[in-house]
């Protein structure tokens, strides 16, 4: 139990800015990622262990909470990706180059490139939720 304290600690004290909140986040993504992918493999699973209850959980997953959940999913797949991109390419390509201002704004440029990525997802995402669940927009 010291070793999760002594690794929460760690985590919530540092103060790195740019580099210390990409690690955080890039965690977090990385959790969320497999957490949805261990959720899939169940559910899969249950198209031959229960149908009836494979397309009850098909129903869950087109409530809005969900709908909201796989927004959020989407956000943790494209950061994730971008920025294990990111920290390949420093690690196996430019070491040498590695300095504070490179890393933050590298960091930057990840968020960047995430939110161009995310945010027509997410626009095409939440028009379906609308429509599907609240019939906006002529559902």
């Not at 699973?45 to 909201?68: E, H, M, N, R, W």
């Not at 943790?76 to 971008?82: A, P, Y």
Request: aromatic share 16%; charged share 10%.
């Amino acid at each position: 139990m010291s070793t999760l304290k002594t690794t929460l600690t760690g985590y919530t004290g540092y103060r790195g800015r740019e580099g210390h909140y990409a690690f955080l986040l890039h965690r977090i993504t990385g959790l969320g990622t497999v957490l949805f992918l261990v959720i899939h493999i169940i559910d899969i699973a249950l198209v031959y262990l229960s149908p009836k209850g494979f397309l009850d959980v098909v129903a869950l997953y087109q409530t809005t909470l969900f709908g909201i959940g796989e927004i959020a999913l989407v956000f943790c797949v494209f950061f994730h990706g971008i920025n294990g991109l990111r920290i390949a390419y420093f690690d196996m390509f430019k070491p040498a180059n590695w300095s504070i201002e490179t890393e933050r704004n590298s960091t930057r440029i990840t968020l960047i490139a995430t939110l161009i990525l995310w945010l027509p997802a997410t626009f095409f995402m939440a028009r379906n939720i609308l429509i599907h669940n609240y019939g906006l927009f002529g559902g």
